[in-house]
């Protein structure tokens, strides 16, 4: 009877001790299509599934906000339905030319906001730009870079041996670029990772920057793969500052940087950026330890169509990798669709003719016409920054070997698997001397 007694008090507080548990699960919004590749011929419609769960489970009751149309622009469908134990299904007609077909839902639950959404691609590779290319495109660059070519390199270095290891020399860099005013002269500044053995010779990699303004610590890892490294910023000052300083400059001076001077094509932020990543490769080819053939450039966002001009602009670039690249087929507003990053022609008191002639010698779409190297992109049909459609705008210009990877419902980021299948395929074509 002990025996009993005592089994029967250890159920007790095993009971009470379940019942005490607190359980707080996370709402999940998810929106899903109904093709696997997410992919439509024309005027075919696309059923988007919406799901609101907890813990996994459909969750009645909640109020569900969704609005769908073509990416960038005014929803066709836009309504507030209370979710049941089943998934909400939308059929759309589908879309009469090329672009992509958004739903966006959202669920208010407890003062905290939830949100899922998919994109349906209709014929992403008939896209075609909006942009026009000014016919003294070639020669305004080439220009630009005759008078880059003038001014000396004037490369100082600095060893960081707090960021140096035992396989890699890390440097803190800078070297003259062109600028704006009187001097026309400003500094480029970058971490440099150089392989310790003298011995050998390396390729050379260009890493260019996403939007902002950030400091920078280099591609360590890859230098001690045997990889020379070199990691830029673009906004003319040292990129180990301490970071109070980059976010006084974001809010202060540099803010809206992207838009500075967009009336003058000659005195648009860009030029001296665009100009810059080729200095970077003087720089970079200019370092004893280069192997003098294997250069390849990488970047993505900001840093897409900076890797995509730097090898659209300099022949020495053997191969580049440009992930979600922005600045693409910017005047894709002015015909009512999806326009790149940084946008500003969706507000149309921008769409002056001074601007858009500007943009137009900035444009990725112009530079990726020119390519003739062989490359992989990178991006996901749930960009909201850099628009798919925009994007696309630019690649299916690209006669060069070209290869996609598509991670469809990434927003304006790589997975781990596209990050690993890209860096794979730059490090083994500049290591394995494919540029020879």
Known sequence: ??????????????????????SIGTYQVRVSLDRADWTYELNRPAKFTIATTLNN???????????????????????????????????????REPGFYRCIATVEKDGRS??????????????????????????????????????PLDAKMELLPGLSTSKADVYHVSFQN??????????????????????????????????GIRPYTGQIGLAETGLITLEIGIHGIPVNLPLETYDQLRAGALNRYQLHN??????????RVFLGVVRSNDFL?????????????????????????TAALDSRVKALVASYPAMSDMAGYTANRAGGWPHMFRDEKNRTKENLNTAAYYDAVNFARRLKVPGIYSWGFNDETCPPTSMY?????????????????????????????????????LKEGKAQ
């Not at 009877?1 to 607190?22: E, F």
């Not at 691609?121 to 660059?141: H, L, M, N, S």
Request: aromatic fraction near 8%; proline fraction near 6%.
């Open 393 to 429: 705008a630019g690649y299916n210009v690209i006669s060069a070997p070209k290869t996609l990877v598509l991670g469809l419902e990434m927003g304006h980021a790589n997975s781990p698997e596209q990050n690993e299948r890209l860096n794979t395929w730059i490090e083994k074509f």
């Open 1 to 22: 009877m002990k025996k009993l007694a005592a089994l029967n008090l250890l159920v007790l507080s095993l009971c009470l001790g379940v019942a005490a548990q607190d």
């Open 114 to 151: 939830y949100r899922g959404l998919a994109t349906a691609g209709y014929r992403p590779d008939q896209i075609k730009p909006v942009v026009t290319e000014p016919a003294d495109f070639d020669k305004f660059w080439n220009d630009g870079k005759a008078a880059l070519a003038k001014i």
């Open 285 to 309: 080819v200019s370092l004893p330890q280069y192997d003098g053939k294997n250069l390849g450039v990488i970047g993505g966002s900001q840093g897409g169509v900076l890797s995509i001009v």
């Open 57 to 95: 489970t459909q969750t009645a009751g909640l109020p569900v906000k969704y609005s769908c149309g073509p990416e960038q622009q005014p929803a066709v469908i836009e309504k507030t339905v209370t979710s049941t134990d089943q998934p909400i299904v939308i059929e759309t007609l589908g879309m």
């Open 262 to 271: 967009l009336n003058d094509r000659d005195e648009y932020y860009y030029r």
């Open 178 to 211: 062109i600028g704006f005013g009187a001097t026309r002269v400003s500094r480029i500044y970058g971490i440099l990772c150089v392989p310790k053995d003298a011995s050998k010779k390396y390729p050379a990699l260009l890493r260019v920057p996403g939007a």
